[in-house]
């Protein structure tokens, strides 16, 4: 019998990241235990339709509203990348961290838990729960960011690395991230300073100051390395569609044996409308059925469809995949990890963040080709060709999606999050597992009758 236990999330609206979060905070509460966000306003209808009790953060930075004009860290307005990445540590990892940290604490001291999540990106909320003891996890709800030996760094959207020329430029950019990301360090130590506790090296070690960190996707899909720290685990994508999402009733006819194609891209504003008109214009002539959905960032004037290329503000992607053959796509992993595990080939138009290095993966699977968000409408459309007339994209995805699905390599982050709770390592937790099922399997041989 399971003992009711008592977590807390920390989390922050950054649109693709809030489903799957929630999907855990849901499993979470379906084996019982309770549940309580600390997060920003916007999050709240979502939360509570989970079944989770809500606290809005009041101090740390947050949006009270998902239009663009609340937008806290603008990297689509033409900035240069190092001047997104200054402002980034300022106004909300670095320069915020005593807010993060103080918010925190008043809601654990005023309701205690058993166990505290926090998205990685928010490593200031760790703080507070080290001084008071807690058990903390982190969430990564995308595929592992932090600089390590063996894995291609974050941003440019390499493959691994071959040869010592490829090695040498990865060192060169894990340097310059963990530089960059240190901006933030002066103000997590004086935070930390403040609550009683010893500085860190690196903001990376404070994003890593839990104990243990669960990476929401798949292994077999990611770029691993032994470098891995032991407190890192792969939990597997959760699917969950976004609960904004709208029913979809198809305007086609059954009949129709057209490929459909589905285009999802950013949730959250990229100024991508431009793009997001250019594939309409590429798919409308060409022989298909095309669903477009907008998400909360764009209004339905900013793209226009045709007969075949129908728009719509929101359609839940997991029921319209079962039926698509390809997924235009900006590569936010939710999206991208739905269309894999439906066994779907994505065109993929990576618009800036994680993305240009989800689409790296799903190329080097040769589940997917890559494009730039300035691709032609020719472009476009020679590329939906490709991945629609070559079945080589499409095997690779459903061999891949298999994978996925079957959660090879994951561990079970209930379990682990509920040995957390007891004490226990998830390596503890894990090994018993592996134990039991080896029992299992000994028992069922024991009993087998033997033969002729």
């Not at 103080?102 to 309701?111: H, Y």
């Not at 008071?132 to 690395?161: E, K, Y």
């Not at 998400?295 to 992607?317: F, K, M, Y």
Request: glycine share 8%; proline share 8%.
């Amino acid at each position: 019998m399971t003992t009711t236990k008592r977590f807390l999330f920390a989390m922050w609206d950054g649109g693709g990241t809030v489903p799957p979060e929630l999907g855990v905070a849901r499993r979470l509460l379906a084996r019982g235990h309770s549940v309580r966000v600390l997060a920003d306003p916007t999050i709240e209808p979502e939360a509570r339709a989970a079944g989770c009790e809500f606290t809005p953060w009041t101090t740390a930075p947050h949006r009270t509203s998902r239009d663009r004009s609340a937008d806290i860290i603008r990297d689509y307005d033409g900035t240069s990348m190092l001047k997104v990445v200054d402002r980034y540590m300022g106004e909300f990892l670095g320069g915020p961290a005593p807010r993060w940290a103080g918010d925190t604490l008043a809601e654990l001291e005023a309701r205690p838990v058993d166990v505290f999540l926090t998205d990685q990106v928010l490593p200031a909320t760790s703080i507070a729960a080290e001084k008071l003891g807690i058990p903390r996890a982190a969430i990564s709800p995308n595929i592992w960011t932090l600089p390590t030996p063996g894995i291609p760094p974050l941003g440019p959207g390499f493959a691994p690395a071959r040869g010592p020329f490829g090695r040498l430029r990865d060192s060169i950019m894990r340097g310059l991230t963990t530089r960059m990301f240190n901006k933030a360090l002066a103000p997590i130590n004086a935070t930390r300073a403040a609550y009683g506790l010893p500085p860190v090296r690196s903001t990376h070690e404070q994003m890593l100051r839990v104990d243990a960190t669960f990476v929401l996707t798949s292994p077999h899909f990611d770029f691993t390395s032994p470098a891995l720290p032991d407190t890192v685990h792969f939990a597997g994508p959760f699917l969950d569609d976004p609960s904004w999402s709208e029913p979809w009733r198809s305007p086609w006819r059954s009949r129709d044996d057209r490929p459909l194609v589905l285009v999802g891209m950013s949730s959250q504003f990229q100024n991508h409308a431009a793009v997001m008109q250019r594939t309409v214009e590429a798919l409308a002539a060409l022989p298909v059925r095309a669903v477009v959905t907008l998400g909360p960032a764009l209004s339905p004037s900013e793209v226009t469809g045709t007969e075949n290329v129908h728009v719509v503000r929101s359609a839940p992607h997991t029921d319209i995949l079962r039926e698509a053959s390809l997924l235009v796509t900006h590569c936010g992993h939710g999206t991208m990890m739905k269309g894999l595990v439906a066994g779907v080939p994505l065109l993929c138009v990576p618009m800036g963040r994680d993305q240009n290095d989800n689409a790296a993966r799903v190329v080097h699977r040769g589940a997917g080709l890559r494009v730039k968000t300035t691709a032609s409408v020719d472009a476009l459309r020679a590329a939906v060709t490709t991945l629609l007339e070559n079945g080589s994209y499409r095997d690779a995805a459903r061999k891949l999606g298999g994978v996925i699905a079957a959660r090879e390599g994951c561990v079970d982050i209930v379990d682990s999050l509920e040995a957390l709770a007891r004490g226990e390592g998830v390596a503890q937790v894990e090994l018993h597992k592996r134990l039991d099922r080896r029992a299992l399997r000994d028992a069922r041989a024991n009993s087998a009758p033997a033969s002729a």
